[in-house]
């Protein structure tokens, strides 16, 4: 029988502002979880397009952006 969300672990990166290295570490970190042979979904919050395909790419998995939720399905594409 497969995990019950409750039993995955979940981590959230945030910065007080833009230019603090969010991107960079986050690209970093799923990295090194991926290459230890790990499953890990990535997400997104925010009116940005360009990470998601980053995560993507690294994690080989589509990365959902919550972004939405916050502004509106017509800021986030």
């Given at each position: 029988m497969p995990d019950k969300p409750d039993n995955f672990a979940r981590l959230v990166i945030a910065?007080?502002?833009s230019g603090s290295g969010k991107?960079?570490?986050t690209m970093g970190l799923l990295s090194a979880l991926?290459?230890?042979g790990l499953a890990v979904q990535p997400f997104k919050i925010g009116p940005d397009f360009i990470d998601p395909s980053y995560h993507t790419m690294i994690c080989r998995r589509a990365s959902r952006n919550f972004g939405w939720a916050m502004c509106g399905?017509?800021?986030v594409e």
């Open positions: 910065a007080p502002h991107t960079t570490f991926c290459a230890r399905e017509g800021t």
